[in-house]
């Protein structure tokens, strides 16, 4: 069974950068997994940020940034507003069925 | 704009079976790849299944082949799934998604639909 793994938690100061990562039980994350990036607020649906790795929405803030890092999906964050405290959610293709990561709690203290 | 509405959901027994669907509006349903996703209470998000734009193609999550069976109505800009054989462990908000260009699965989501499985 595959598995793809975040860090559960990550805490940042507002203003500040954080990357988070998105790893395959598979092995390396490629550009042919097409990683794509969803952020959850508490009570609402999930919404998409990124797809096929650094692609962005058209609602996508600029401070979000999607890319491939040291064999895995990562997700960047530049200067950190309060409101991006969020569930993130990465997501990847293995040739038909996705498989989404077990989300990462973004704090913002 | 995009408009995803699901319903069927509510509380059902172990065992027993629902149809959930999903209303589209805003968007041509046909050109797109359309997925449901679930959330268990307090969980993380697991993808489900999802269906090309003709019906012809179809995935699912390892966990729900042969009691889940995803379908579509274009004529009626709807999706729809099956849900036989519940579990409790299938207890969940179930999402409907709709996918984009470029392998952009679930761009545009509803607000889900609440399935308790539960004696």
């Known amino acids: 069974q595959t598995v793809v793994t975040q860090e559960p938690s990550l805490t940042v100061s507002p203003g500040g950068t954080v990357t988070l990562t998105c790893a395959s039980s598979?092995?390396?994350?490629?550009?042919?997994?097409?990683p794509n990036w969803f952020q959850q607020k508490p009570g609402q649906a999930p919404r998409a940020l990124i797809y096929s790795t650094s692609n962005k929405h058209s609602w996508t803030p600029a401070r979000f940034s999607g890319s491939l890092l040291g064999g895995k999906a990562a997700l960047t964050l530049s200067g950190v507003q309060p409101e991006d405290e969020a569930d993130y959610y990465c997501?990847?293709?293995?040739?038909?069925?996705?498989?989404f990561g077990g989300g990462t709690k973004l704090t913002v203290l | 704009e995009v408009q995803l509405v699901e319903s069927g959901g509510g509380l059902v027994q172990p065992g027993g079976s629902l149809r959930l669907s999903c209303a589209a509006s805003g968007f041509t349903f046909v050109s797109y790849w359309m997925t449901w996703v679930r959330q268990a209470p307090g969980k993380g998000l697991e993808w489900v299944a999802n269906i090309n734009h003709d019906g012809s193609g179809k995935f699912y999550v390892d966990s729900v082949k042969g009691r889940f069976t995803i379908s579509r109505d274009n004529a009626k800009n709807s999706l729809y799934l099956q849900i036989n054989s519940l579990r409790v462990d299938d207890t969940a908000v179930y999402y409907c998604?709709?996918?984009?260009?470029?392998?952009?699965?679930?761009?545009?989501w509803g607000q889900g639909t609440l399935v308790t499985v539960s004696s």
């Open positions: 998604a709709r996918g984009g260009e470029a392998f952009a699965e679930c761009q545009h």
């Open positions: 997501l990847l293709y293995y040739g038909g069925d996705w498989v």
């Open positions: 598979t092995g390396a994350v490629t550009s042919g997994y097409h």
